[in-house]
């Protein structure tokens, strides 16, 4: 996201070196980083039946013999979760692992060899932590490392980690064997609402591709901080790869907050605000967050699929059947610039583009 680029950040402490030195029954944490909303809002952990998040099968969607029961699967997990796990994605196991075992290594550098891919000021491309607006904002607990990875030309290898030395080549392997997978959902998702698929497709096929690698370290006191705030993600849609075994992504849904299990070797799919709008809120972009584990770091990648910069996005007239518009027309940069700036957040940002019904 070229915005990301643009956006200067205030400087705040790195989450990891904080946790190391603080992690023990007799330290404070940091006024900043206590969130009471972590552990005052309920969360529902049960993971059966209709409480758990759909799990679609691209396979199926891709064999015709299975391809319209699936599509009526995907459809809903659009309409009423906003999030789904794909299984059989189609991406080596080999090339996940490599990027996972990369990031486990990356990350566990000591702080100083980390900063030669540091975030420099005006730009929350690189090595550091998520956009930061005023001194009294309440601070994630996390790090994390952001790079454009597509379209090629656009990188920055100044933020390209040359450690370890397969790093770069992962993010590439793992960027060019999802290349085609969003799209491809895009497709299904327009055929499972009745709408002509290169409708959607056009929008996102051939823009920017920026990832986003979270670092959770652990806290002691893991019930009073939060890794990564309630938001939505502002493009089309993202594939969120977990990278080790520790879960901790949250979803809302009805009010409540959901923990997800993510299943090893599931892309784990969502909307983002982008589609929310083209769709005239038939697929839902869903307010999110990460939950900090006491004892183990987490860490995780989001794949986030942008527009075009210049896109005016607005309810698409296929989706607009009943005749009524629901949202406000806005550009990406202004949606972009709200989302890494505004105080709104959670689905707050979206609701105030929702027209009066
Ligand atoms: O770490 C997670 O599970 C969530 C990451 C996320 O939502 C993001 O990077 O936008
Ligand atoms: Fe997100």
């Not at 059966?48 to 759909?54: A, D, E, F, T, V």
């Not at 391809?67 to 009423?80: F, G, M, N, T």
């Not at 906003?82 to 189609?90: A, E, K, R, T, V």
């Amino acid at each position: 996201m070229a915005e990301a680029r643009t956006i200067g950040s205030l400087p705040v402490p790195n989450a990891q070196e904080l946790a190391g030195n603080c992690n023990g029954p007799d330290e404070q944490i940091r006024e900043r980083y206590i969130r009471p909303e972590a552990s005052s809002e309920e969360v529902i952990n049960n993971d059966h039946g209709n409480m758990s998040i759909p799990i679609i099968d691209l396979n199926k969607l891709l064999s015709p013999q299975s391809s319209e029961e699936e599509c009526v699967k995907l459809r809903s997990a659009c309409q009423y979760w906003g999030f789904f796990q794909l299984i059989n994605h189609g991406v080596p196991d080999e090339v996940i692992a490599n990027l996972r075992n990369n990031l486990v290594e990356f990350f566990s550098q000591p702080l100083d060899a980390k900063k030669e891919c540091s975030q420099l000021p005006n730009s929350l491309e690189g090595y550091g932590q998520g956009f930061v607006g005023s001194n009294d904002q309440k601070l994630d607990w996390a790090d994390m490392l952001y790079l454009q990875v597509q379209p090629s030309d656009s990188r920055d290898l100044r933020f390209w980690p040359t450690y370890p030395a397969s790093f770069r080549h992962s993010i590439e392997a793992y960027s060019s064997e999802t290349e085609n997978i969003a799209l491809c959902l895009l497709q299904f998702m327009a055929k499972a609402v009745g709408v002509e698929p290169k409708s959607l497709l056009s929008i996102f096929e051939g823009q920017a591709r920026g990832m986003r690698m979270n670092y959770y370290p652990p806290c002691w006191q893991a019930d009073k901080v939060l890794g990564l705030s309630p938001h939505t993600d502002p493009g089309g849609l993202t594939l969120l790869l977990q990278v080790n075994d520790v879960q901790g992504l949250q979803i809302k849904r009805d009010g409540k907050w959901f923990f997800v299990n993510a299943m090893n070797g599931a892309l784990l799919v969502n909307i983002g605000d982008t589609l929310e709008i083209l769709s005239n809120g038939k697929f839902r972009s869903v307010e999110h967050r990460a939950v900090i584990h006491p004892s183990r770091e987490r860490i995780s990648a989001a794949l986030f699929h942008h527009p075009c910069q210049n896109l005016v996005i607005s309810p698409l007239p296929d989706f607009v059947k009943d005749g009524k518009v629901h949202y406000r027309t806005i550009s990406y940069r202004d949606l972009l610039t709200e989302y890494f700036t505004a105080e709104l957040d959670g689905r707050n940002r979206l609701e105030k583009m929702k027209l009066e019904p």
